[in-house]
């Protein structure tokens, strides 16, 4: 299954002229930051909430057993925090790759704090990509999360992650914090279960 989305991303052309973009990042982009950019700063994007319903074929998961990983999804009057990353566009010929499994950029707008607002992307995977998995139960997110790794680590190092970055930002994310105390749960039955 191919779910590469690097050149239909190198086509979308949108800001190329700048000097500088904006990027929201709202999963592993706030706290695995693996490219240059001139300056960060917390912010949010609205009608949009994060899941855990992407699967990860190439960083949490393999081809034969995806990890899950997440994206966002429209909702109305919702609001999603991030970390928003001024970069070169030259940058995303790396971040292109690093989001190849079928995450898409789209053109969105960023509020920085301090009434300030700007125009900027952000990497979608949405439902139509092949690698999409779709909505399932908090506690079903977590077994699967539990039992998954790839060629980037396990699956849950990328929830526990998050989950830290999300309260450093003091991001309250209850579908995110539910699944990860199911985690947390799952790793102490497990614990548990070995010195019996």
């Not at 699967?55 to 991030?82: K, M, Y």
Request: hydrophobic content about 40%; some cysteine; proline content about 6%.
């Amino acid at each position: 299954m191919s779910v590469d989305t690097v050149a239909t991303n190198r086509r979308m052309n949108r800001f190329a002229d700048h000097a500088q973009v904006w990027l929201f990042g709202y999963g592993s982009l706030i706290y695995k930051v693996d490219f240059p950019y001139i300056e960060r700063r917390p912010a949010c994007i609205r009608h949009w909430v994060r899941r855990f319903w992407q699967g990860s074929h190439d960083h949490r998961g393999t081809p034969d057993a995806p990890g899950r990983v997440v994206t966002l999804i429209p909702e109305q009057d919702a609001t999603c925090i991030g970390m928003a990353y001024l970069i070169a566009p030259a940058v995303f010929a790396q971040l292109d790759v690093r989001e190849k499994n079928g995450y898409l950029r789209f053109a969105t707008e960023l509020h920085l704090g301090e009434g300030l607002c700007a125009e900027g992307l952000v990497y979608i995977a949405t439902e139509e990509n092949a690698a999409f998995l779709g909505p399932a139960s908090e506690p079903e997110i977590a077994r699967h999360i539990a039992a998954s790794s790839g060629p980037s680590g396990p699956n849950r190092d990328y929830l526990l992650q998050l989950a830290a970055a999300l309260r450093e930002l003091d991001a309250h994310d209850p579908h995110v914090f539910e699944i990860e105390q199911h985690l947390i749960d799952l790793i102490a039955r497990e614990r548990g279960a070995g010195h019996r």
